[in-house]
């Protein structure tokens, strides 16, 4: 673990225990060998589709999970166990942002509780008075002004964005040095989603957090962040700078999640082409069951036996960029440039796409 980091996993795994019938219990690998590493001020985007294992990571790097293996660090030491005093202090560095705004907030009680709340625990030693000078700069600074006409709202009476604005200055009045959005703009109207990215560029520039973005949208993820890491099926199978990853993925998930976001620039043709061979792109496996070697290898146009039976190694590409793939092992890279993923597929053979 580097003090370099802030907040530190490294190859850190979640199983869980589910029951079934006849008294029969499963094995879910939500997350297996996963490492994220956050500097001060750094922005790093985890994207992936629904059931990839983003929002478990999220929740055991927030230590509502402990890892089943693997450690978390804080400013370079490790954190593991502990009472409720060191779990608060935890918490008073690493803030989760939840994806729904409606949810988050006690419904029963206004907005000056739940703020009031959070500094209670987490700064006793402030008066009533300081509290709320406090909550005032909190709305303020994420924009609810004049503050006062907030304070005594319930949740029902705001707007999905006041909410989640209230739910970022709840998150802020504990003073972290790091905060973790679990999908924070997704729930939101298209037409405030701009101003919630902007809300969280302008927290990292004034206070140099860190901050850990999940999204399934490229676009915000390639707005906001500076790093991107992709996770298919619990595992990351490529991470880098974002341009890097964007303009030049280099594992066949990472160009079909980007070939599938919306592009307006697309030709007619252009889109002919990426949906061809679309039903043959299959479903992800289960985590229960996970199949053996490298878990996109079902799915993936470029898969060879040895995909089938041994889990890539991390290739190192320069500047940071890595990927999980055997193509690289076999000087077969080029070949994700050439093609669109969904095209790949259809021209792979039947027997192959049935392995």
Not at 143 to 163: N, V
Not at 206 to 228: M, Q
Not at 285 to 294: K, R, V
Request: aromatic share 6%; net charge neutral.
């Amino acid at each position: 673990m580097s003090p370099d980091y802030v907040l530190e996993a490294r190859n850190v795994s979640k199983h869980f225990t589910v029951r079934g019938s006849l008294g029969r219990s499963a094995v879910v690998q939500a997350v297996q060998d996963a490492t994220v590493r956050l500097k001060p001020g750094q922005i790093l985007a985890l994207v992936g589709e629904s059931g990839s294992g983003k929002t478990t990571l999220a929740r055991l790097l927030a230590r509502f999970y402990e890892p089943t293996s693997g450690e978390i660090a804080l400013r370079g030491e490790p954190v593991a166990g502990g009472g409720r005093a060191a779990r608060r202090a935890y918490h008073s560095d690493v803030q989760l942002i939840f994806q729904d705004p409606f949810g988050s907030l006690n419904p029963l009680h206004r907005v000056r509780y739940n703020l009031d709340r959070a500094l209670k625990l987490h700064h006793p030693s402030l008066d009533g008075d300081a509290r709320l000078r406090r909550a005032t700069a909190l709305l303020e600074r994420v924009s609810l002004t004049p503050a006062a006409d907030y304070l005594d709202k319930f949740p029902h009476e705001l707007s999905g964005g006041q909410r989640q604005r209230v739910v970022i200055a709840r998150a802020l009045a504990v003073e972290p040095k790091v905060l973790l959005g679990d999908e924070p703009i997704s729930m939101l109207d298209v037409s405030i989603r701009l101003e919630m990215l902007n809300l969280l560029e302008k927290l990292r520039a004034e206070d140099g957090l860190a901050l850990l973005y999940i999204t399934h949208d490229i676009a915000s993820a390639r707005y906001l962040c500076d790093d991107i890491a992709v996770m298919y099926a619990g595992q990351m199978v490529e991470s880098g700078p974002k341009e890097e990853v964007i303009a030049a993925p280099q594992h066949p998930y990472t160009k079909l999640l980007i070939e599938s976001s919306p592009d307006p620039e697309r030709a007619a043709g252009d889109r002919d082409e990426l949906f061809e061979g679309a039903d043959e792109l299959g479903e992800p496996p289960s985590l229960i069951d996970p199949p053996a070697g490298c878990r996109f290898h079902p799915r993936c146009p470029f898969a060879m036996t040895q995909c089938r039976s041994e889990a890539p190694p991390v290739t190192g590409l320069g500047d940071g960029h890595w990927a999980r793939c055997w193509l690289h092992q076999h000087g077969r890279a080029g070949e994700l440039a050439r093609t669109t993923h969904a095209a790949a597929m259809a021209r792979r053979a039947p027997q192959e796409v049935a392995t």
